[in-house]
T-cell receptor, first 111, second 118 residues
Framework: QKEVEQDPGPLSVPEGAIVSLNCTYS??????FMWYRQYSRKGPELLMY????GNKEDGRFTAQVDKSSKYISLFIRDSQPSDSATYLC???????????FGQGTTLQVKP | GAVVSQHPSRVICKSGTSVKIECRSL??????MFWYRQFPKQSLMLMAT?????????EQGVEKDKFLINHASLTLSTLTVTSAHPEDSSFYIC??????????????FGPGTRLTVL
């Protein structure tokens, strides 16, 4: 079993839709939870990070962490074609400091 | 701020040759740099962690004699793929992290280098 599981998609939605991206994990030591966006043939860029459980909002993006269920989500409101990319969840524990990535979900927002 | 560059962005080489990839932090001092490999439609897999001035720590299954990492300064790390073979063809991405006061120290990623070995 992988430490971090993420459905690779692809996920296709119409412009303006609410997008829900999810990851599950098995390591209870993870404390930091990140979402990265990666455009084709580019390096990933950090969208949001959350420490421990809870919600965090930044513009059209909302990150949720449920440590009891070992489940994290990223919601994108009013999705735009420019949101089309691969979204990677990543996690780390304070013990190792290493980022463990999910496989990434490919999102396409159609105009 | 917090820009990380990689050079070259793309390289094609013949089997058996060695390829060097540079990773630079342009506007901050990177005490730690990470090297990842990403195969098509797969996740980023950490290959090694390097701290400035010391030997790199390699992840299990990564051959240290094949993937030579040097982190000689606070702004530069290099990855050399020695005697490259077609199975080494991949997208190599570095990231850099500075020593910060918070427990969360963000890693800043470079744009990646696509290596194709013929």
């Amino acid at each position: 079993q992988k430490e971090v599981e993420q459905d690779p998609g692809p996920l296709s939605v119409p412009e303006g839709a609410i997008v829900s991206l999810n990851c599950t994990y098995s390591n209870s030591a993870f404390q930091y939870f990140m979402w990265y966006r990666q455009y084709s043939r580019k390096g990933p860029e950090l969208l949001m990070y959350t420490y421990s459980s809870g919600n965090k909002e930044d513009g059209r993006f909302t990150a949720q962490v449920d440590k009891s269920s070992k489940y994290i989500s990223l919601f994108i409101r009013d999705s735009q074609p420019s949101d089309s990319a691969t979204y990677l969840c990543a996690m780390k524990s304070s013990n190792t400091g290493k980022l463990i990535f999910g496989q990434g979900t490919t999102l396409q927002v159609k105009p | 701020g917090a820009v990380v560059s990689q050079h070259p962005s793309r390289v094609i080489c013949k089997s058996g040759t060695s390829v060097k990839i540079e990773c630079r932090s342009l506007d901050f001092q990177a005490t730690t740099m990470f090297w990842y490999r990403q195969f098509p439609k797969q996740s980023l897999m950490l290959m090694a962690t390097s701290n400035e001035g010391s030997k790199a720590t390699y992840e299990q299954g990564v051959e240290k004699d094949k993937f030579l990492i040097n982190h000689a300064s606070l702004t530069l790390s290099t990855l050399t793929v020695t005697s490259a073979h077609p199975e080494d063809s991949s997208f190599y991405i570095c990231s850099a992290r500075s020593s910060g006061r918070s427990s969360y120290n963000e890693q800043f990623f470079g744009p990646g280098t696509r290596l194709t070995v013929l």
